[in-house]
Each structure stands twice: as C-alpha cells, then as structure tokens.
C-alpha cells in the first residue's frame, strides 16, 4: 500500500484578463500575445509501461504477483500571463485523463485529475504592495485494492495564502500574511488494503506566514520565513482497513510551527548554493481523539526530531548543462498517522546539445520515519530518466523510464513494499 503526504490545493485563476493590450496571434511554437500578455497552450500524448500498477509487494513480500499494464495519458494544459508595471498575474489550468488497455485493469482508468492555479502581485513597485495565491488539485494515486471499483486513493486539496508584501528599502522585502488549506482524502472501501481508511476524511488548517529577504548582494540575499498552522480533521477516529479490519486509528488535531534563517544566491557564474537551517514542532491534541483504540496518536515531534535543515547546490558546465545536488530535513503532518519526519537527499543532471536534444537525470532517496498509531520506518526511491527530441517550434518527441520503491527500513512491514519500473514515448505540441 501507499502512503501520501499533504498539501496540494480555488479561485484567482481567470483574474486579470484585461491588464493589457490584446492579444496578437503568432506563429507555432512563438505562442499567443505580446510582452504584456502571453497565452501557451499545449497537449502532452503519452504512452506508458509500468511493471506494477497497483503498487503490490509482489510474492518476495509475502503477496500475490503484480499486475503489469500500459496506459495512454492525454493532458491538456493551458498557461495565462498578464504583466503591466504594477501588476502581474500568473494562472494555469491542466487537466490529466488516464486510459489502461488490458480489459482486467480498466478500474484503473481515471479522468478526473486537475491542476488549476493562480497568483497576482499587486502594486509591484509600491512600499506595500499584495500577493494572492491559489492552487486547487484532484490527484488519485494507486493502492493495493486491485478488485475494488476504484483502487486510487484520492486527494482533493485547495491551498489559499495572501501576503502584503513590504519594501522598506531596495535591499529588504517582507512579506506577513496567512494560510488556509483545505485536503480531502478518500479510499477504497476494501479489506485489501493497509492503512488505508474508509470513506472520507477532511482536514482544514489555517494561521500566519512571514518571510523576509535582504538582498545584500546583488545575486545573494539572507532569507527567512516562519509560519504557524492549527489544523483539525472531521473525523478524529478511523477505520484503518476495509470490512475485514478490527479495531480503529486515533487522527488528532494539532499545530505545526516551523522557522528557518539562512542564504540564497549565485556565489559564482557558475555555482548557486543554498543554506538553511531551522527548527519545527507538532504538537498533537490527544483529547480530540475520543474512542479510538491504544494511545500512540499522543506522540509529538519536538526535541533534536524538530530540527530543519536545507542544503541545495547547482553548478553549471555550461549555459546549456546543468547539475544539481540536494540535502533536506524536514517533517510533514499525514492523513493515517500523526507525522513523518524524513531525510531527502537528491540529484539531477539536465542538458541541451545542439539545441535539438535534452538529457535529464534525476533520483531521490527519502529515509521516513512515521510516528502515531501507524510507527514505522520506510525507504522510499525515486528515479528517472529522460530524452527529448525537439523535432519543430511546436513539437517535442520524448523517451523516458523510471523506477520507483518503497521498502521497509525495519523489515515489520513488508505489505508496504514494491518496485515499479516504466517505460514512456510522449508526444508535446506547444503552440
């Protein structure tokens, strides 16, 4: 089985149509408008192999054999910008349908996954000026309940934030404001499936955000950011299974706080490094949680587990190649558990040759600790691999493969593991 994280995220998305002269139309691949205003559409056609749709553990893990498939991905996209001197508007709208082509997996066909989003800058050169966002997503994302109707565990998430922006000097910017987040969650209503609930559940978080920059350098700034969010769930006591499932899981409210000091920048021509460090709790509510077996949904993240640390570095061979490493330690509050604090380490490679054709490389390992009623500990990796052939002004050709596990770093837990290998062609007209 899979376990997800949050946050994901409606509303700025067709504001600021008017802030500009109108559009002109342009050749293929130059897009739609002028410097004021931009229009990109694009469709992305792909087809795709994975070796293990439902995320199985396969028989090494004591399952049954995984299930192969090959899909077809049709994802229309659509992005708006607008930009005068006090204003810029920025808004995009995807929308992904998925179609399998083995009759026995068609209960894995979904056509229902979105990804709209909006952002405005008001008052750019203004002393105060106003920051909006919005992002509102639907994403399924597979479990082991290859019988039920629906196998995806899905994820409806809004996230809303407003900041006033204020620039008390060329160098400072400060930005105070707020977040509110709102997540959905619903599983398939099997026995099959571990840590999965039944039926639905809502989370709704909101508090304060503060982030500062000073630009001391022209290419290098300090920065720091705080922020604090109260967060509940609609239903504090769970079912962690299906029908054949005993007992029940304890999901409590809380607060998370988290803050972080460090530096940004281009040390070189070539070299941009990042350094940050902070320190974070979660701090658990056991009274919102009133019948649910055992008491472990009372664990908190503090101490030495609450300290945050960011380290990224990219380095340029040339104008045209690109590596990158990365280093983060962080935690994140779960929908069947309290928390899971991690260490993320990370690498990509990203080149053009000839201006035709683009190599990308990347991988991420992820050490995860979970903690609450669920406590475990897991290994998860992802890698990829991409080639892309620019073929005109308006047409990308791209072969791709990945692999992707997920491995229980205290070998108690073997129903959460698998491996996942695909192979990919994808089409990209961008007009």
Known sequence: MRTLTRRGSVGLTLLGAGLASPAAVADP???IGNDQVELIPSLTLTTQQRSNVFLQEGL??????????????????????AESADVLFNSSVGYTARKYFQADITNLDRYRDFDIRGSTYLLRQSVVGLKLHDRFTINGFESEADKADDPYIQVLSNDLGGRLAIRPGTSLEIDAGG?????????????????????????LAY????????RFLPKTAIVANWEMEWFTWENNVVAPTGSTSEGTLGIPNGRIMRGETG???????????????GYGTAIY??????????EDFAADLK????????????????????????????FQDVFFTNYVAYNRFSAAYSGTFADRYKLDLSGNYRFENYDGEVDRSDHRIITSAGFTYVATKYLDVSLGGG?????SADQLNPDIEFDDFNASLALRLTY
Request: aromatic fraction near 8%; hydrophobic fraction near 30%; avoid cysteine.
């Open 179 to 203: 977040n509110l987040f709102i997540d959905s969650y619903s599983g398939p209503d099997t026995g099959d499936t571990s840590f999965v609930r039944t039926g639905q559940n809502d989370r």
């Open 403 to 407: 692999w992707r596990r997920r491995a």
């Open 60 to 81: 090494v893990g004591g399952g049954e054999d995984v299930t192969a498939g090959t899909n077809l991905r049709i994802q229309p996209h659509l992005s708006f910008k």
């Open 303 to 330: 101490g030495l587990q609450g300290l945050l640390v960011g380290t990224d570095i990219s380095y340029s061979l040339t104008e045209s190649q690109n590596f990158s490493l990365g280093y983060r330690k962080d």
């Open 29 to 31: 691949g130059d897009h």
């Open 285 to 294: 509510d056991e009274t919102s949680v009133d019948g649910a077996d055992g």
């Open 263 to 277: 530096i940004r920048g281009r040390f070189t021509e070539k070299l941009v490094l990042g350094l940050t460090a």
């Open 207 to 214: 508090g304060p955000a503060i982030d500062l920059k000073w």
